[in-house]
């Protein structure tokens, strides 16, 4: 389903030495161990700084050629494999994707870096209670829903080895980290309820000069991305795009990631305000159509940043007379 010429082609840059070389220097300056596998949840050697610069954006700090793996050595493949589908998740897991985004253009550097939805540490809090859902919902239903929403696509079966390779990688993140405690980079990419504009003072005019600004060398004026040889950004909007069920589709959720995430090499230089009214811009455009939003949220209230959603908005306040 995604268009070869739309998927991105990084290229694999990795120096396992200079990652563990980085790793045991980063260790010395926060004094804890080297390479014993034994860490806490403050541990930041777990992760890519965000301001880290673009030559990092293939780094990875828990890297399967440097860490310690399961000595089972199916489950060793299975990490290593889910690692590839982090990254290559049009290529690889061509049968559930419906749009050329990768997990890795949101998880940035595979969910190993600071303030770009991390997902290191955070297997080990599932099941957990998710009011979308209304029910329980283990690491499993979290990724389909990744699927559905975020790729646009359809959920991999419980038993594919798509999702045991991605939910494997993912636990692995984990390694060493104490369990069902939420490690202190979990949650970063909000706009505290504080800084949030009301909706209807959101300007997607000026969010659209502000993203000329900051966004478009990298993303291009049409939202698509730009090959920057070392790393490709995925479309923002259109056909290619996460579907209007997904988290990134919510304002506030949205502001959040680019608030604390991008620009990728300046990543904090946008205000709260800022971040916000480039989300209506962002969210101002067409994007596919995510079929049943209206069974989400049971018997709570629905999300007011939900823009895309007929139940919350009659029509998305922010799309433009094209
Ligand atoms: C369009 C951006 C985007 C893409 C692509 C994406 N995600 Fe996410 N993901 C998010 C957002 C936003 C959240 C929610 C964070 C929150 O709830 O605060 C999230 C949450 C998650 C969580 C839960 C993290 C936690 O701390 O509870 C997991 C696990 C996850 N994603 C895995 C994946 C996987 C695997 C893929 C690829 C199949 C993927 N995601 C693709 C944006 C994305
Ligand atoms: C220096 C280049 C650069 C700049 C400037 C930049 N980005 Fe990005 N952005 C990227 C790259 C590269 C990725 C993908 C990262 C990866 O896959 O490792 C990305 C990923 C994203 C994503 C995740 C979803 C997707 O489609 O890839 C969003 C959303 C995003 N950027 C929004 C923005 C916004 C909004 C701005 C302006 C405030 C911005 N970016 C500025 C390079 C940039």
Redesign the pocket.
């Known amino acids: 389903m995604a268009e070869a010429e739309n998927v991105r082609k990084k290229k694999p840059v990795r120096s396992p030495v200079l990652a563990a070389s980085l790793l045991c220097w980063m260790s010395v300056i926060l004094a804890v161990g080297c390479g014993d596998g034994t860490t806490t949840a403050t541990d930041t050697t777990r992760l890519v700084p965000s301001t880290a610069l673009l030559a990092t954006v293939d780094f990875l700090p828990w890297d399967p050629d440097t860490a310690r793996l399961p000595d089972d050595s199916a489950h060793a493949e299975q990490i290593r494999f889910g690692l590839r589908?982090?990254l290559e998740?049009p290529t690889l897991?061509a049968e559930?994707?419906g749009n050329s985004?990768?997990?890795?253009?949101?998880?940035l550097n595979a969910?190993q870096r600071e303030n770009a939805?991390?997902?290191v540490g955070?297997?080990s809090?599932?099941p957990?209670y998710r009011g979308r859902d209304g029910r329980m919902v283990s690491?499993e239903d979290?990724?389909r829903?990744?699927?559905l929403r975020?790729?646009n696509g359809s959920a991999p079966p419980y038993d594919s080895p798509e999702l045991l390779a991605?939910s494997a990688y993912?636990a692995w993140l984990g390694d060493g980290l104490p369990a069902g405690e939420s490690p202190a980079w979990?949650?970063q990419?909000?706009i505290p309820v504080e800084a949030r504009l009301p909706i209807e003072e959101l300007d997607a005019d000026l969010g659209e000069a502000l993203f000329i600004q900051r966004c478009t060398m990298c993303h291009g004026e049409d939202g698509q991305g730009v090959d920057l040889g070392i790393a490709m950004a995925?479309p923002l909007w259109g056909a290619n795009?996460?579907n209007d069920g997904?988290?990134?589709s919510r304002i506030y959720?949205?502001a959040?990631?680019i608030r604390h995430a991008m620009p990728l090499t300046s990543p904090g230089v946008l205000t709260d305000e800022e971040a916000q009214h480039i989300a209506a811009y962002v969210n101002s455009h067409e994007r596919p159509v995510f079929p049943n939003k209206e069974s989400d949220y049971p018997g709570i209230d629905r999300p007011i940043d939900a823009v895309y959603d007929p139940q919350v908005f009659e029509r998305n306040p922010f799309i433009r007379k094209e």
């Open positions: 589908l982090m998740t897991a559930y994707v985004l990768t997990c890795g253009n949101c998880h969910g939805l991390p997902l955070v297997a809090l599932f957990l690491l979290r990724i829903g990744c699927f975020s790729m991605l993912i979990r949650g990419n909000r995925g795009s996460w997904a988290g990134a959720t949205f959040g990631f």
